[in-house]
């Protein structure tokens, strides 16, 4: 009796073992190598969740990612515990939490808090993701003298098994000179990664400006077909300084602005394909 008890028990285990391994790969079987992948990416500056109004509302900025059903947000202006503007709120684990989606944070500005042991007080920018977030680095971009710190935040996404390379990025308001050093270095940074890459961000230039031929010569633009894709200011738009450029291996369709006055910029999205050439894009960095 106690010899059958154990080889029953050690059938139940063989078939939990199996089960187990069979769910681990389910997603991975029903999509096999070759078939393509559909990705809604959004990029969009949510100026601390403060619409025209003056109200601030995250929920508002919430709706308007969800109702756009996107996959990956690269969002500007946010703030972690930076000040009583947005309540001392960490903006983007409220997002992420409400939206049930992966993410990333990214501090440009870095300060003590106000009172000890309170968190640091924080701005910068923040990746939104439903597929998980293998990795993530925020590369503080160069500037010129004491102007405000820029980044560029870099993660890894797991699309179904494609690794994506999205990077997120505010560049300077201030001068063309400074956003020429930062585009050189966002170039630089860029090229190091092997595989599909999309770059979101508000990079406060109009496309005909000399520090957006970098980008223009190294990758695509998604709204190429659509010069007059305003995004700023929200209410009568009349400029368009916000971008999502991919690799020239990934195609792009969809391109919109969503009309909203959430924020003082406009959100804009495209879906991307992403092909499966090989599992798990072994080798790439």
Known sequence: MRKVSFMLAVMVLVVSLSSLV???????????????????????????????????????????????????????EVDNHFSERSDFQDQAKWLANRLGMFYTYAANLDYKPLNEGEPRRQYGTAILSKYPILKSENHLLPKIRNTEQRGLSEVTINVKGNHLHAFNTHLSHLTSAERQ???????????????????????????????????????????????????????????????????????????RVIDTLASDHLPLMTTIVLDRAEPFNNGEK
């Open 22 to 76: 069979g769910n681990a790969f389910a997603e991975e079987q029903e999509f096999p190598r070759g078939k393509s992948v559909n990705v809604n990416v959004m990029s969009y500056n949510i100026h601390h969740g403060e619409g025209v109004d003056g109200i601030l509302d995250l929920e508002r900025i919430a709706r308007i990612i969800e109702e756009g059903e996107a996959d990956i947000v690269g969002l500007q």
């Open 181 to 255: 050093i930062q585009m050189e270095e966002i170039i630089q940074i860029t090229g190091e990664s092997k595989g599909p890459k999309v770059i979101m961000g508000d990079l406060n230039a109009t496309p005909e400006v000399n520090e957006m031929k970098l980008m223009y010569s190294n990758y695509i633009d998604a709204f190429a077909n659509q010069n007059e894709a305003y995004t700023f200011p929200a209410e009568n738009p009349t400029k368009r300084i916000d971008y999502i450029f991919t690799s020239n291996n990934i195609e792009t369709n969809g391109a």
